[in-house]
């Protein structure tokens, strides 16, 4: 089992920056791919950014060039730099890690872009 906990969500203005950390634990060995993953109201969840080992990356249309996921191996922790965040991006952020045979979730942590 895996176990994944978001921090860094909040308030901020837009045109402002966040920077989500998920850090994993227990068989962290088996991780292939993290990535975050997000919710807003009344919307399905959505594919944000993922990394895999090898750090590969890809994006969603709607944060490329803004959006920024890296990730530490030793430490076990996946980052997403936020940065010219718009009110579209509020939602809820899932950090998400599979070992090519099963998926594990995060809780969530919070965004929201508001004036």
């Known amino acids: 089992q895996v176990q994944l906990v978001e921090s860094g969500g909040g308030l901020v203005q837009p045109g402002g920056s966040l920077r989500l950390s998920c850090a994993a634990s227990g068989r962290t060995f088996s991780i292939y791919t993290m990535g975050w993953y997000r919710q807003a109201p009344g919307k399905q969840r959505e594919l944000v950014a993922r990394i895999t080992k090898v750090d590969s990356t890809n994006y969603a249309d709607s944060v490329k060039g803004r959006f920024t996921i890296s990730r530490d191996n030793a430490k076990n922790t996946v980052y997403l730099q936020m940065n010219s965040l718009k009110p579209e991006d509020t939602a809820l952020y899932y950090c998400?890690?599979?070992?090519?045979?099963?998926?594990?979730w995060g809780k969530g942590t919070l965004v929201t872009v508001s004036s």
């Open positions: 998400n890690a599979d070992d090519l045979t099963m998926e594990y």
